[in-house]
């Protein structure tokens, strides 16, 4: 008969519901509140034991984290090389390794600070039981029981998750302390709270504040010296000698005292170190930003755009910019000389901007938004907007040469008038000279006013807005006959970015300040990157830079080849009405650069121009900031037609012509006619006598011409403004 265990269980069941008075069952009646009050605390025990293996549920740091934990030091800025530029934020500390702090000081802290701490494991119990009678005594707290690891475990990874004193602040440090010392010898240990460590005044680390009380580095201190530096982590502020000699002196003692009871140092040394005389350095010790870089205020104002309190909550983090080092050096120079040149010229506080970026990426090289580091505050180069005058019309040019006219084009440079609303609006040529029959190349390198308004008016000058927006200016250009002069507004930014299409072929591209944003471990925490698009035509960009080399060759922009800049240059002047701004944007195929001065609030420099005050700044940037590769060139795109030219008239070259160059043309817009600027002149002829002389040859005529430019030039460089 088999054994029927569901209906034996049923009926012990029934009867403990009919008899209450079953042993069980009373059991469970008169235990169960301790049953429950086991299992709450079973379950607290799991809960509280997994908040501390966690860290308060906020997550302990890896153990890669605090192997590579350094203290921060402001993070850093670097260049496109790796160059170090200067730090993201001004932390008044400087990280040293353990080696370079004298025996002497590491022994003054450990014998004030932690006696035990080669001997304990982080948790110096004796410490805390010897801690716990003084101040039961004392009737308070009166000394602490914190090792040197729990001051690391303290400053160096718990703020960021628990301010102020609490007891679960204190379990969580305790935690923190057990995982430090199993991940970290004790010298590391010893090297980081020498880094930690506050010690008053804003000094951060022993190196900080040798500096700041010393006016020396942590190496060179004396053991009297040590000692005054190990006094401070009890109260920093008032054992400061800046604050108060008489208490760090006491203090001082007291520390040198305790070093000659643990064996460190003897009775002798101790005596002579507590009778020296506490010298202060004079001058507080505060990072130094008197030379630093214009640009990098710029730079931070990015990174708090990107990620706002990016240092705070990932440590010492690398800013990548695209900045050149010796660029931004020599851009900085550039503003700051010729600004104050300028200034005293004029008897004001000029103001300038420079812009400089590579063509074919849009990476900013250098950036100045003003003559004096920025502090949050008015960039200049991406902010300040002001008229570009003459720096505009190769957007003319461009408009033109996209609807089919050419660099040979005739156009007539002669006085002009307009009916604008029942005005008449008379734009002139600088100086009031005036051409007759001029090629677009020829008005281009003179920067004839009449002309341009010409060819604005031929191609419309909506045509002329959307060829500058296509390139790159994003502020609003007035649909007005004077757009044509540059009387619009743009930025520094903007105009120079808008010239990278002539440099690189049609592409326009967005610039760029920061490639990436690393944490101290290598992660990426924000990236950028390279934007290109087509907006011209490659033969028209290479027809409009062969224009704008003359006006560099021989035209307006011609100072800067009076300072010896040599190779393919390309770039055009600006100048507002009445000198109020002055304009120099000039490129080569690695780099396009802007210039700018003038005053703040807009008025008159006086008889300034681009070419007199601007080009000579760009000269002098580009020789000192930029290495350009000597075999860097622009080549002409696939379906051009070669000619020779005269490059001053842009027609043919013939044989009268002083220089002859090889150019590049768009199908049906090449050269057809001769030079008509170098021809033979006929034999003077003096009857005086009774004799006819023949004029000197072709060849000597050449050399006389080319020798009267050289003597106009140099007279140029001796009364230029």
């Given at each position: 008969m088999a054994f029927d265990f569901e209906g034996r269980r049923e009926r012990f069941r029934a009867r403990l519901r009919r008899d209450p008075a079953n042993p069980p069952r009373r059991w469970l009646r008169r235990h169960w509140p301790y049953l429950v009050a086991l299992g709450v605390a079973a379950t607290g025990v799991g809960?509280?034991?997994?908040?501390?293996?966690?860290?308060?549920?906020?997550?302990?740091?890896?153990?890669?984290?605090?192997r590579n934990f350094r203290p921060q030091e402001g993070g850093k800025i670097v260049d496109r090389n790796g160059k170090f530029l200067g730090r993201l934020a001004n932390i008044r500390r400087v990280n040293v390794p353990l080696g370079e702090v004298p025996k002497h000081v590491q022994e003054a802290f450990i014998a004030t600070e932690d006696r035990r701490f080669f001997d304990h494991n982080g948790l110096d119990w004796r410490g805390f039981a010897r801690a716990a009678v003084r101040n039961v005594a004392a009737g308070g707290v009166r000394e602490g029981f914190s090792t040197i690891t729990m001051q690391v475990a303290r400053n160096a990874f718990l703020q960021r998750r628990y301010n102020g004193r609490s007891l679960r602040r204190k379990l969580i440090e305790l935690r923190l302390t057990r995982l430090i010392e199993s991940e970290l010898t004790k010298p590391a240990i010893l090297e980081l709270y020498l880094n930690v460590i506050y010690l008053g005044n804003g000094m951060n680390g022993v190196e900080a504040a040798s500096r700041d009380i010393f006016g020396k580095s942590v190496s060179k201190l004396t053991l009297a010296e040590g000692a005054t530096l190990a006094a401070l982590p009890k109260a920093p502020s008032r054992y400061n000698p800046r604050v108060s000699t008489k208490r760090a002196l006491e203090r001082r003692a007291i520390v040198l005292s305790l070093m000659q009871q643990q064996g460190y140092i003897d009775e002798g040394e101790r005596s002579?170190?507590?009778?020296?005389?506490?010298?202060?350095?004079?001058?507080?010790?505060?990072?130094?930003?008197?030379?630093?870089?214009?640009?990098?205020?710029?730079?931070?104002?990015?990174?708090?755009?990107?990620?706002?309190?990016?240092?705070?909550?990932?440590?010492?983090?690398?800013?990548?910019?695209?900045?050149?080092?010796?660029?931004?050096?020599?851009?900085?120079?550039?503003?700051?000389?010729?600004?104050?040149?300028?200034?005293?010229?004029?008897?004001?506080?000029?103001?300038?901007?420079?812009?400089?970026?590579?063509?074919?990426?849009?990476?900013?090289?250098?950036v100045v938004g003003g003559r004096q580091p920025l502090r949050r505050g008015f960039n200049r180069a991406f902010s300040a907007k002001r008229q570009p005058g003459s720096a505009f019309k190769p957007f003319v040019y461009a408009a033109a040469l996209a609807g089919g006219l050419g660099e040979g084009t005739p156009v007539d440079d002669e006085p002009i008038e307009m009916d604008i609303d029942g005005r008449i609006w008379r734009p002139a040529n600088y100086g009031d000279e005036y051409s007759g029959r001029v090629t677009f190349r020829q008005a281009l390198e003179k920067s004839a006013n009449a002309a341009t308004i010409r060819v604005s008016q031929a191609v419309g000058p909506g045509r002329v807005i959307e060829a500058a927006h296509r390139n790159g200016i994003r502020s609003q250009l007035p649909n007005v006959p004077s757009i044509a002069l540059g009387a619009a507004e743009v930025t520094p930014l903007e105009l120079v970015t808008a010239y990278a299409p002539f440099a690189n072929g049609g592409m326009r591209v967005k610039p760029r300040l920061i490639t990436s944003i690393e944490a101290p471990d290598g992660t990426v925490l924000w990236a950028s990157e390279v934007e290109r698009t087509a907006v011209m035509d490659p033969r028209d960009a290479y027809e409009l830079t062969s224009m704008l080399r003359a006006v560099v060759d021989y035209g307006t922009g011609h100072v800067v080849r009076d300072y010896g800049i040599k190779g393919p240059v390309a770039g055009k002047t600006g100048t507002t009405n009445n000198g109020t701004d002055v304009w120099f944007v000039g490129y080569t195929p690695t780099l396009v650069a802007g210039i700018w001065f003038g005053y703040d609030q807009p008025r008159s420099m006086g008889a300034a121009s681009g070419g007199r005050l601007a080009a000579p700044a760009w000269a002098d940037f580009y020789r000192y900031g930029w290495k350009e590769d000597r075999t860097s060139q622009w080549l002409p795109p696939d379906g051009m037609i070669m000619r020779v030219i005269d490059p001053e008239s842009g027609q043919l070259a013939t044989e009268y012509c002083p220089t002859?160059?090889?150019?590049?043309?768009?199908?049906?817009?090449?050269?057809?006619?001769?030079?008509?600027?170098?021809?033979?002149?006929?034999?003077?002829?003096?009857?005086?006598?009774?004799?006819?002389?023949?004029?000197?040859?072709?060849?000597v005529r050449r050399e006389v011409d080319n020798i009267r430019k050289q003597i106009g030039r140099a007279l140029g460089r001796i009364f230029r403004f």
């Amino acid at each position: 008969m088999a054994f029927d265990f569901e209906g034996r269980r049923e009926r012990f069941r029934a009867r403990l519901r009919r008899d209450p008075a079953n042993p069980p069952r009373r059991w469970l009646r008169r235990h169960w509140p301790y049953l429950v009050a086991l299992g709450v605390a079973a379950t607290g025990v799991g809960v509280m034991d997994a908040w501390l293996a966690t860290c308060g549920f906020a997550g302990c740091p890896s153990r890669g984290e605090i192997r590579n934990f350094r203290p921060q030091e402001g993070g850093k800025i670097v260049d496109r090389n790796g160059k170090f530029l200067g730090r993201l934020a001004n932390i008044r500390r400087v990280n040293v390794p353990l080696g370079e702090v004298p025996k002497h000081v590491q022994e003054a802290f450990i014998a004030t600070e932690d006696r035990r701490f080669f001997d304990h494991n982080g948790l110096d119990w004796r410490g805390f039981a010897r801690a716990a009678v003084r101040n039961v005594a004392a009737g308070g707290v009166r000394e602490g029981f914190s090792t040197i690891t729990m001051q690391v475990a303290r400053n160096a990874f718990l703020q960021r998750r628990y301010n102020g004193r609490s007891l679960r602040r204190k379990l969580i440090e305790l935690r923190l302390t057990r995982l430090i010392e199993s991940e970290l010898t004790k010298p590391a240990i010893l090297e980081l709270y020498l880094n930690v460590i506050y010690l008053g005044n804003g000094m951060n680390g022993v190196e900080a504040a040798s500096r700041d009380i010393f006016g020396k580095s942590v190496s060179k201190l004396t053991l009297a010296e040590g000692a005054t530096l190990a006094a401070l982590p009890k109260a920093p502020s008032r054992y400061n000698p800046r604050v108060s000699t008489k208490r760090a002196l006491e203090r001082r003692a007291i520390v040198l005292s305790l070093m000659q009871q643990q064996g460190y140092i003897d009775e002798g040394e101790r005596s002579r170190a507590a009778n020296s005389k506490l010298r202060v350095a004079a001058d507080e010790w505060r990072p130094s930003t008197r030379n630093e870089l214009l640009a990098l205020d710029i730079v931070r104002a990015m990174v708090d755009s990107a990620l706002p309190d990016v240092l705070k909550e990932e440590g010492d983090v690398v800013v990548h910019t695209t900045l050149d080092r010796e660029a931004q050096l020599a851009a900085d120079r550039a503003i700051l000389r010729h600004g104050q040149s300028i200034s005293r010229a004029v008897g004001g506080a000029i103001q300038g901007a420079l812009v400089a970026l590579d063509p074919a990426t849009g990476d900013l090289r250098a950036v100045v938004g003003g003559r004096q580091p920025l502090r949050r505050g008015f960039n200049r180069a991406f902010s300040a907007k002001r008229q570009p005058g003459s720096a505009f019309k190769p957007f003319v040019y461009a408009a033109a040469l996209a609807g089919g006219l050419g660099e040979g084009t005739p156009v007539d440079d002669e006085p002009i008038e307009m009916d604008i609303d029942g005005r008449i609006w008379r734009p002139a040529n600088y100086g009031d000279e005036y051409s007759g029959r001029v090629t677009f190349r020829q008005a281009l390198e003179k920067s004839a006013n009449a002309a341009t308004i010409r060819v604005s008016q031929a191609v419309g000058p909506g045509r002329v807005i959307e060829a500058a927006h296509r390139n790159g200016i994003r502020s609003q250009l007035p649909n007005v006959p004077s757009i044509a002069l540059g009387a619009a507004e743009v930025t520094p930014l903007e105009l120079v970015t808008a010239y990278a299409p002539f440099a690189n072929g049609g592409m326009r591209v967005k610039p760029r300040l920061i490639t990436s944003i690393e944490a101290p471990d290598g992660t990426v925490l924000w990236a950028s990157e390279v934007e290109r698009t087509a907006v011209m035509d490659p033969r028209d960009a290479y027809e409009l830079t062969s224009m704008l080399r003359a006006v560099v060759d021989y035209g307006t922009g011609h100072v800067v080849r009076d300072y010896g800049i040599k190779g393919p240059v390309a770039g055009k002047t600006g100048t507002t009405n009445n000198g109020t701004d002055v304009w120099f944007v000039g490129y080569t195929p690695t780099l396009v650069a802007g210039i700018w001065f003038g005053y703040d609030q807009p008025r008159s420099m006086g008889a300034a121009s681009g070419g007199r005050l601007a080009a000579p700044a760009w000269a002098d940037f580009y020789r000192y900031g930029w290495k350009e590769d000597r075999t860097s060139q622009w080549l002409p795109p696939d379906g051009m037609i070669m000619r020779v030219i005269d490059p001053e008239s842009g027609q043919l070259a013939t044989e009268y012509c002083p220089t002859r160059t090889r150019e590049f043309f768009k199908p049906g817009r090449e050269p057809n006619a001769p030079c008509e600027l170098h021809t033979y002149t006929e034999p003077e002829v003096w009857a005086e006598a009774g004799e006819v002389e023949q004029g000197p040859p072709p060849q000597v005529r050449r050399e006389v011409d080319n020798i009267r430019k050289q003597i106009g030039r140099a007279l140029g460089r001796i009364f230029r403004f």
